[in-house]
């Protein structure tokens, strides 16, 4: 193990990889030096329902070049049997497992904005919860097995909002505000369950992601990603699915068992910075400056 690969001979499995914030995480784990399984239903051969470019193969590739071991498995987290069978896979390959991000969410599709809860299809609705929450359980539930089996493994639950935004703020869609605070809660409660026991879970937010579905959303990339400002000023708070992927790869994350993080938030702490060398701090950003309809003025937070 090396100081600038802390992770060198960790096993970390991100479930969730296939693009966003999963991605980001996962890359980051392999810049420090772990071996990072990495799952989602879009492969190079199938893609999911949102019919997107990204692969889960391209990630374990991104994983690989940036000097970890990117290992792709293509895995629905609401199936049990698949799940079991992932986990059992790094068991028979690795013998441990040191970090678990439950990333899976795919609701995007799935989630109207300012539609109240009797007009919303309750199909859809229901869908989005066992996207965002059974997932999560059901990965815990055959993961963790593994991952205690060694002191110091570290689950994180990644979600929307820190819970004391997401305590003062509806979410915009009873849905989608239920589903990210019981992610928020899972990892509390896992806190509680993981630390007696020698691990640590923590919930963690990016901040405004520029994932490659808000890139699209504001027709630039992330190289011409401040275009988008033109449309929406505040759009420069955004950060890179990199600098939370650098809040999680931290060595020191255990301090915050059961508590709830923002990829800002522990950049203030750390002083790591994203890819062009700032430190947004969105959810501050957002409670001071934008949701009180002031101009932006984001450079005052990054």
């Known amino acids: 193990m090396s100081e600038d690969r802390p992770l060198t001979g960790r096993v970390a499995l991100v479930a969730g990889a296939t ?39 391209e990630t374990a590739e991104l994983v690989t070049a940036a000097g970890g071991r990117g290992v792709a498995v293509p895995a629905d987290h609401l199936e049990r049997e698949q799940v079991r069978a992932l986990v059992q896979r790094i068991d028979e390959e690795q013998g441990r497992l040191d970090v678990l991000v439950n990333d899976i969410w795919g609701g995007e599709l799935l989630t109207e904005w300012e539609t109240p809860l009797w007009e919303y299809d ?21 993961a963790l097995p593994l991952l205690l089996r060694n002191p110091g493994g570290l689950v994180v639950e990644v979600t929307d909002g820190t819970a004391e935004y997401n305590r003062e703020n509806y979410r915009v869609s009873f849905y989608y505000d239920l589903a990210k605070t019981a992610v928020l809660r899972t990892g509390f409660a896992l806190g509680h369950e993981l630390g007696p026991r020698g691990a640590t879970a923590v919930a963690l937010t990016p901040g405004w992601l520029r994932s ?34 650098r809040a999680v790869a931290d060595p020191e994350v255990a301090r915050w068992n059961g508590q709830s993080l923002s990829s800002g938030g522990l950049a203030g702490v750390y002083g790591f910075t994203d890819v062009d060398g700032s430190s947004p701090d969105a959810w501050r950003y957002l409670v001071e400056v934008q949701d009180k309809g002031l101009p932006a003025r984001t450079e005052d937070y990054r």
């Open 19 to 57: 693009r966003g914030a999963g991605r980001g995480i996962a890359v980051e784990l392999g810049a420090a030096g772990a071996t990072v399984y990495v799952t989602g239903r879009s492969t190079r051969e199938r893609r999911s329902e949102y019919d997107r470019p990204e692969t889960i193969e």
């Open 122 to 142: 309750v199909d859809k609705g229901l869908r989005i919860l066992r996207l965002a929450v059974d997932t999560h359980l059901i990965t815990s539930r055959y």
């Open 212 to 245: 490659e579905m808000m890139l699209d959303h504001f027709g630039v990339t992330e190289e011409t990603w401040r275009d988008g400002l033109a449309t929406e000023p505040h759009f420069g708070i955004s950060e890179t699915p990199r600098y939370v992927g």
